[in-house]
């Protein structure tokens, strides 16, 4: 590993990320292109992405240690005014935090941590004050003499995160930490994690794929696809304004109903879909008159029966399947298409399968995004 040449900092002061041109690559098979990403100093970007989408390549060419797992990096990634893909190796050491810890297991926890402030030559007089700082910070107090087969997964995993934390530096990402841990102590490892965060004294870079967890954590969430970055924002904005069929279906929690546009109006379109009522919906940019597109309508915002809104189909229920406290109704519009309400248990109770429910929402929880191009470059999509 090549020697960072910024070792410990007394302060704490986040670094900026911008990544410029970057294409990672295993031999001739390129795994990630990034034209421009910008990560605010001391915010969490959260990335997220199917398996194999180059999520973990790209935290270690953040990290400057891309070679290391075979990939070649071309571009420029710059974390503060440090140049990490520069040909002498990474300007600035950035910890990694990954999901099996990677802890010394013959070391104690305040010796698996005092080794990490010896690394990054913190001077030695500050040693103990340093590491109550941080075993307090973490939540650690009264397990500094355990080793780590001693530890629950959770306590594991802090102490790996007070290694990453332990010399101060400006930036840390993060490769799944949480997914190796049962539920329970996920969630309460979440939380405590997001109050890390939160306090914005490193930029994080996090990688998960946790949908909740993204969304949880996120200043800025980058969804990759094919290689590519599909789409990037505050998570809000990520996950009620979906720009394509790749990041809608990436979240799994709306429907997707096939239909063409009929009318632009503005920031709007009006489309029609079969055996449904005209209707507005909120559209990126590239939508043309007559184009197929997809209307991403989420569970939660589908609502069953009479309501204040407008109905847009009566269709035929068909099962309803539990989804913690609430369940998924299915109701059936015609043969080609159907779509699930996301309703309280008792509501769905209401209703019977083979009984006719009406479907209503409103214009503001609909988008259209463009269908995806025919396999056979036929059918008239070109929103591409
Ligand atoms: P993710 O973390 O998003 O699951 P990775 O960054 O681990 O994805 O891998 C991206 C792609 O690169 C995958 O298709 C993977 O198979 C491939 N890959 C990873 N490591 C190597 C390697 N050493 N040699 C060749 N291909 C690799
Ligand atoms: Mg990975």
Not at 60 to 82: D, R
Not at 303 to 327: D, I, K, W, Y
Not at 344 to 362: I, K
Request: net charge neutral; glycine share 8%; charged share 20%.
């Amino acid at each position: 590993m090549s020697p960072a040449r910024v070792a410990f900092r007394t302060e704490r002061v986040p670094f900026g990320v911008t990544v410029d041109n970057l294409q990672l690559a295993y031999g001739r098979k390129v795994v990630l292109s990034i034209p421009n990403l910008e990560i605010e100093a001391g915010s969490t970007c959260c990335i997220v992405g199917p398996s194999g989408s180059g999520k973990t390549t790209f935290l270690y060419a953040v990290a400057g240690l891309h070679s290391e797992i075979g990939a070649v990096a071309s571009g420029s990634i710059k974390v503060g005014t440090f140049q990490q893909l520069s040909r002498s190796g990474p300007e600035v050491a950035i910890p990694i935090v990954f999901q099996d810890y990677a802890l010394f297991p013959h070391l104690t926890v305040w010796k698996n941590l005092s080794f990490a402030l010896e690394v990054a030559r913190a001077p030695r007089q500050d040693t103990a004050r340093l590491l109550e700082a941080l075993i307090e910070a973490l939540e650690l107090g009264g397990l500094e003499g355990r080793r780590p087969s001693e530890l629950s997964g959770g306590q594991r995993q802090r102490v790996a995160l007070g290694r990453a934390l332990a010399a101060n530096p400006g930036a840390v990402l993060f490769d799944e930490p949480l997914s190796a841990l049962d539920r329970p102590l996920r969630y309460r490892l979440r939380s405590f994690l997001r109050g890390i965060l939160r306090r914005r004294e490193a930029t994080s870079i996090y990688v998960t794929h946790d949908v909740d967890e993204a969304v949880a954590f996120a200043d800025k969430l980058v969804v990759v696809h094919d290689a590519q970055i599909a789409q990037a924002g505050p998570p809000s904005e990520v996950v009620r304004r979906p720009k394509s069929v790749a990041v809608a279906e990436f979240f799994q929690h709306s429907n997707l109903i096939p239909a063409y546009v009929e009318e632009i109006d503005g920031g709007s379109a009006i489309i029609c879909a079969n055996g449904v009522a005209k209707m507005r919906a909120h559209m990126g940019d590239n939508l043309a008159v007559g184009q197929q597109v997809i209307a991403v309508l989420p569970f939660d915002a589908t609502r069953l029966g009479a309501n204040e809104h407008p109905v847009r189909f009566t269709g035929r229920m068909e099962e309803a399947e539990p989804s913690g406290l609430q369940c998924l109704v299915r109701v059936r519009c015609n043969d080609e298409w159907s779509v699930r309400a996301l309703v309280g248990a008792r509501e769905a109770l209401e209703y019977r399968p083979g009984e006719n429910v009406s479907v209503s929402w409103t214009d503001d929880d609909l988008v259209v995004v463009p269908a995806r191009p025919s396999p056979y470059g036929e059918g008239g999509t070109h929103g591409h």
